[in-house]
């Protein structure tokens, strides 16, 4: 063993190899674009159509820095994963390589943050869909919920996703690429023709800047769905595995989705707040209402070839992200299963279509319960978000770990090196900002996978609990940094925040500390 490669630490350890045979059944047929056509279907979602409205309800024209920071740390994570990637690149990597550092408690805790985010995707896109056609179909979404008639539609959408996952990637990719250049076009004649018809710059400082406090700017980052609509750049590394060749695609078509994002959504916040009829501000921007946002501005300026236009796109806009997520996740499923966590059947890959076809559908029946349970896209994304910032924070330790492994040497080793802390911390300290009452609900779900490995592995010994204890009590300092935070202690806020930096980054030093012992136990069991 020459110590150069994740993958072959703790194979036994962790009992890898019998996967073997399954991961050679995935088909080997992605190139650099069809993974940017991926990634960007992703991020060109149901968020171009709801979150510049719920941004700007809560942080007014700030949340144009919402967007910079939430963009900056996705860039940072991007970074960290193409690192990742280029040691190893598989199905499921977000899920494996916290698993390949740390063990199965810090493996399985972030393969469930993840696996939970992406169950939740396919029926926010589907709930947006719907929200948007009652625009013109009456009855399906009443009073800020979907009726039973709107879920009916919401979940026969997310059937026919499922569908066209089904009968294999090649397929998938095809549809993918073609659904992904309308995609594009459509948001880009909107954001010219407001930016060049309705702009108003007076928009920008009518009830000042920051209209609601520097805070605003980082709970619209969660709250307000810009986590989320950055959530389709994870697609790339899900499916990098399947890749010709993925330690060069994978990196290269995950910075570029990242950076073309970024873009993106800067300019869309812009063109959005600069193109507010006044009167609709009357009551600030937290008073602000648009159930089809550029939809109905469309129709407010009467330009109706523009609001058929934004209509139609908010049909295959968001098929589009939700085939990108069922795919995404049915892999997560798939490497949840090689980790030991979800049964090993979910392993199983259909030979004909190199689709593992039992998680696709075990996915699509979580997603339809998420989807009756929530019914509403602003309810779903809220705890999404949360998840997806969990979910950065055990491979921004993995690859803090895995940067030291010998002989692989890189150019961008002192960047490297500062982006994983960051990334750490920032993604800590952004979910803690969340209300203490939400965050309680979504943290208590982390019990499950903590005591289905205790219920499971009845030998689970010291190794992994030694080395993976650091994240669950990164997750109870969220939690306490969240309850301090809270309303009740308005005085304590900057005190709270600085504490959390310092203890996060304490927590960071523990976590690469742990990663390299428990590595190297694994190296002595090989």
Known sequence: MDGTNPGNYGDKYINERRFVAEDRKLRKELGILDLFMIGITGVIGSGWLFAPLYAARVAGPASIISWIIGGILVLLVGLTFSHLMSFRSEAGGMVRYPLYTHGKIA????????WLAYTMNPPSEASALVEYMSSYVNGIFIDGSLTSEGLAIALGFMFLFVLVNYYGVRAFAR????????????????MLTLILLTFKFHNFTAYGFVPYGPSSVLVAIVSAGIIYSYLGFQAVINLAGEAKRPTRDGPIALILVIVFSLIFYIMLEISFIGSIPS?????????LFLPSPFADIAMYFNMMWLYSLIIADSIYSPSGSSMAAIASNSRATYALAKDGFMPSFFVNVDSKSGIPRIALLFNFAISAVVLLTLKNWHSIIEALGVLLLISFIGPAASSGVLRKVPGRDSTLKGLYGTVQPVVFVLAGLIAFITPFTKIAIIIALFLIPILLILFKEKGLGKIDMRYGMWLPMYLILILAGSFVYSEEFQNMKIFTMAAFVFLSALLYIYALKSGASFMRIANQKE
């Open 107 to 114: 493996g399985s805790i972030t393969g469930w943050a993840l």
């Open 279 to 287: 009167g609709l501000l009357a009551h600030g921007w937290a008073g």
């Open 175 to 190: 549809i993918i690429n073609g659904l992904t250049a309308l995609k594009i076009v459509v948001p880009t004649i909107t």
